[in-house]
């Protein structure tokens, strides 16, 4: 399917390394990634917030088919990465707001996840 494509599927890590309701940040082609694993349903996000770089890896959670990022709460859409709210925190002080201007309002990378002979793949 996606194999006619480009880009190509590469191991993030092994399916026994990841259990459900948890997220790991690892290396793949020299590109840091978030690996997740949420009611059972593999996804995978470039593994910086796209606000002001938090590791989303640190603290992150996953709900609704969203990741919200700890710091300022940023959220997007894990599916297509798609950006939900921008750095809404704290309102009062309204330090999210001030914060948020910091930086240009961005969607997350999402990438394509499988699993093949016991390793979950993400595709570049
Ligand atoms: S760094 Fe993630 S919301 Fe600000």
Redesign the pocket.
Known sequence: MSEISAGKWRDALPVKKLKNGKKKMVTVDKKMILVGLQDEQYFATEAL?R????PLAWGAKVKDDCIR?P????THRIDNGELVEW?PFPLFPPYGKL?GKMSKQKNLKIYETRIHESNIQVFF
Not at 51 to 54: T, V
Not at 71 to 74: D, E, G, K, S, Y
């Open positions: 917030c606000h002001m770089r938090w990022c710091l300022h709460q940023t750095s914060v």
